[in-house]
Nanobody, 125 residues
Framework: QVQLVESGGGLVQAGASLRLSCAGSGRTFSVYDMGWFRQAPGKEREFVAV????????YYADSVKGRLTISRDNVKNTVYLQMNSLKPEDTAVYYC??????????????????WGQGTEVTVSS
């Protein structure tokens, strides 16, 4: 079983930066893809970014390219989402997710097996 715990959310002004963390435990993460998703009030959960643990290849949603960066720390079993130049439309609950790296990187939430509880990000204008 994989446990994921997000942290780092908060209330910031537009243009500010935040770094979200997702600490994993329970399994070796070398065989997993780790993704970030977000869900704004009244909207469906949407893909943000994903990283393959081995090799570090990444894939981003077009809406966040150039502003958000996903990375991982192999020693700490932690995935990060560095968020710069935040906009009010980035306001959402951000979730970390994991799936076994058995195919191409994917943006589909249904293909992820494990989820964290989420951390809330609010960006004021």
């Amino acid at each position: 079983q994989v446990q994921l715990v997000e942290s780092g959310g908060g209330l910031v002004q537009a243009g500010a930066s935040l770094r979200l963390s997702c600490a994993g435990s329970g399994r070796t993460f070398s065989v997993y893809d780790m993704g970030w998703f977000r869900q704004a009030p009244g909207k469906e959960r949407e893909f943000v970014a994903v990283i393959r643990w081995i090799g570090g290849s990444t894939y981003y949603a077009d809406s966040v390219k150039g502003r958000l960066t996903i990375s991982r720390d192999n020693v700490k079993n932690t995935v990060y989402l560095q968020m710069n130049s935040l906009k009010p439309e980035d306001t959402a609950v951000y979730y970390c997710a994991a799936r076994r790296a058995i195919a191409a990187l994917t943006a589909e939430p249904a293909k992820y097996d494990y989820w964290g509880q989420g951390t809330e990000v609010t960006v004021s204008s």
